[in-house]
């Protein structure tokens, strides 16, 4: 079991130009999750898909961000365009989706816009 | 909504010092409670967790036990070791189905031989 796996580790990138994080989910879970980390706010939670379908995106800050799961191994967070306050530790998580189960976290993707 | 509170951190231990963590939190009904730690640079790992009042979840010489009345889950350890640091996230799980998770801030514990 490899494990969430995201990509890339670290992104630096200029404000105003797009960025995209990928993650690919332990096979078999069907469920997915993206969370930011900061200091000031912790740990939020953006949007979770249930099979590839969103369930539930009011945690997305603004229009700029957006996120996919085409197929039930790969999801993508984009932002477009960045700024600097959306520098984070974004994080993908997986489930199986059944009650009380576990949810298994990548080790993250660190942004950093300048 | 449903929310965790966890104390301030950070908790500063010498090695084999008695550890414990408080959170507190607010939900309607009766949500599951779980524990989760983040090593330096890694993602979130699930510690222990507990799915009704009274229930004690273990694992690793951590415990910590729901407590309905106090609307509590204090994560303890007897004896803490250096390996122990980390940050300990509260967090519990609402009943849409899907396993979302409201975290608390996290408490970062340091450990010193």
């Known amino acids: 079991d490899a494990g969430v796996i995201q990509s890339p580790r670290h992104e630096v990138t200029e404000m105003g130009q797009e960025v995209t994080l990928r993650c690919k989910p332990i096979s078999g879970h069907n469920s997915l999750f993206w969370y930011r980390q900061t200091m000031m706010r912790g740990l939020e939670l953006l949007i979770y898909?249930?099979?590839?379908?969103?369930?539930?995106d009011s945690g997305m800050p603004e229009d700029r961000f957006s996120a996919k799961m085409p197929n039930a191994s790969f999801s993508t967070l984009k932002i477009q365009p960045s700024e600097p306050r959306d520098s984070a530790v974004y994080f993908c998580?997986?489930?199986?989706?059944?009650?009380?189960?576990?949810?298994?976290f990548g080790n993250g993707t660190r942004l950093t816009v300048t | 909504g449903d929310s965790v509170t966890q104390m301030e951190g950070p908790v500063t231990l010498s090695e084999e010092a008695f550890l414990t963590i408080n959170c507190t939190y607010t939900?309607?009904?009766?949500?599951?409670l779980f524990w989760y730690v983040q090593y330096p640079g890694e993602g979130l790992q699930l510690l222990l967790k507990a799915t009704k009042a009274d229930d004690k979840g273990s694992n690793k010489g951590f415990e910590a036990t729901y407590r309905k009345e106090t609307t509590s889950f204090h994560l303890e350890k007897g004896s803490v070791q250096v390996s122990d640091s980390a940050v300990y996230f509260c967090?519990?799980?609402?009943?849409?189905?899907?396993?979302?998770?409201?975290f608390g801030t996290g408490t970062r514990l340091l450990v010193s031989p």
């Open positions: 967090a519990l799980s609402d009943f849409t189905g899907f396993q979302k998770l409201v």
């Open positions: 939900a309607t009904g009766y949500p599951s």
């Open positions: 998580a997986s489930s199986t989706g059944t009650y009380n189960s576990p949810l298994h």
């Open positions: 898909f249930n099979n590839n379908v969103p369930i539930d």
